[in-house]
């Protein structure tokens, strides 16, 4: 595949207009790059000159793959600002569709405060539509930031911790068996088989595989017949003294019932050695997984409920296209009602309304020019949360960010029952 170029085309006169003499182009001097993301992330610790040297080659490498785009903010021939861009293509209820991210956002500290983050994420947006995507997704340093910026909250992580013991045993399971670099084609086409029928998911380009290179990260596998059908990736890590150890998950792939349940097995082998297991998950069920649901740290909530997980919010959505998140996705995912439905999509960002009737035919939506039966009124972010299944409209409803005029029942109906997404690539 081609690289995609960074046009510079009306960059310049874009910023010109708001009185500055600023523009943005593609990075090309990786040593400025890294002085800004020392400044901007001090958590990244590039604090020697090795880790500098680090950064910088890996930052160069990366910058050669062609879905990836760093993208400099100058003023004059200063950086002063920098994203990176990623091209992704992203599972959205059954379809694969081309998806934008954005990472590495950084204004440098004189700078601060003069809109500059706002431009950035205008420019990465407007790159975005051009390049024909659908949907814009990131991870945020601050979510409320971002919500200014029209991107609403996606699907909520729970992290489990549990011993060993508690996960239950499947007699008979497929053995597991160890995996390394040389397995990078199976594990990319076992990733990429979970991910085709995973609602939010993204295909992962093979750089992503690099931790069956990585010396503290071990990865087991399962095969059926010869194919692997899933596989685990863990870190270990020390307690108190060389004997205790917890394992924190880092992967966990399958593409079958049987391979999940020799992970699982695997997991629960592990008694001997492990004290706990801390496991991320989008499994709103996985507690029933558990023979005792109870977190190892055994608190209580509100009174006499026992904590079984820790949950959190992390990826973003911003729909790009509206008429292309009808038609280049599944049509029939929606309820069984039969209704026009009008939308007011309110963007203060791009100063722009979406205004458009969709006809939903017993759940399948198309567009129409007949006049809408119901109208719903709601802005860019909650209409992105609402699409991709992180929220239903009547909570919607109640917490007055979103409204309707006309029949009501029938377009909460539509929304009811979305598959929530789930996204584990990291940009």
């Known amino acids: 595949m081609n690289r995609k170029r960074y046009s510079q085309v009306n960059k310049r006169d874009t910023l010109l207009k708001e009185g500055l003499d600023m523009y943005f182009k593609e990075i090309e001097n990786f040593t400025a790059f890294t002085e800004l993301s020392q400044r901007c992330y001090p958590g990244m610790a590039l604090d020697t000159k090795e880790e500098k040297d680090r950064y910088m080659k890996h930052r160069e490498k990366m910058a050669q793959e062609h879905t990836i785009r760093h993208i400099g903010l100058y003023d004059e021939e200063n950086l002063i600002g920098a994203f990176i861009e990623y091209d992704h293509q992203m599972n959205v209820h059954g379809a694969s569709v ?5 990472g590495t956002v950084a204004v440098d ?12 994420v205008k420019q990465f947006l407007q790159d975005a539509r051009k ?24 699907s909520s992580l729970a992290t489990y911790q549990f011993r060993p013991v508690q996960l239950p045993i499947f007699e008979g399971a497929l053995p597991v068996e160890t995996l ?9 086409n076992c990733y990429q088989k979970w991910a085709g029928r995973t609602h939010g998911a993204t295909d992962i380009e093979e750089y992503g595989f690099s931790f069956l290179e990585r010396e ?13 059908e899933g596989y685990v990736t863990c870190e270990f890590k020390g307690g108190k003294h060389f004997l205790e150890n917890d394992l924190y998950i880092k992967n966990f792939f399958y593409t079958s019932r049987e391979a999940y349940q020799a992970l699982i097995q695997f997991l629960h082998n592990q008694k001997d050695q492990v004290r ?13 997984l558990l023979n005792d649901p109870v977190h190892t740290d055994e608190n209580l909530i509100f009174g006499i409920y026992h904590k079984t997980s820790v949950q959190g919010k992390g990826l973003m959505y911003r729909v790009l296209d509206m008429d292309g998140f009808i038609e280049k996705t599944n049509p029939n995912r929606f309820g069984e009602e039969t209704v026009r439905v009008g939308w007011k999509v309110a963007d203060t960002l791009l100063e722009e309304t979406y205004d458009r009737v969709w006809q939903f035919t017993k759940g399948e939506a198309s567009l129409t020019d007949d006049p809408a039966e119901v109208t719903v009124t709601i802005d860019i972010g909650n209409f992105s949360s609402l699409m991709m299944g992180c929220v239903t409209l009547e909570s919607l409803l109640n917490s007055g960010s979103a409204s309707v005029e006309g029949e009501e029942e029938k377009v909460l109906n539509l929304f009811q029952g979305l598959q929530t997404p789930q996204c584990w690539t990291f940009f």
């Open 98 to 102: 081309q998806a934008a991210g954005i």
């Open 109 to 120: 500290l004189p700078y601060k405060k003069q809109g500059h983050a706002k431009r950035i």
């Open 131 to 154: 390049n024909g995507c659908v949907i814009a997704h990131l991870y945020p340093f601050q979510p409320t930031f971002y919500k200014k910026m029209g991107f609403g909250l996606g």
């Open 180 to 188: 390394n670099s040389a397995d990078i084609i199976e594990v990319r």
């Open 216 to 228: 503290n990260l071990h990865t087991f596998g399962v095969r059926k017949e010869g194919d692997l």
């Open 276 to 288: 706990t297991i801390h496991f991320p998950t989008f499994d709103k069920d996985f507690s029933y």
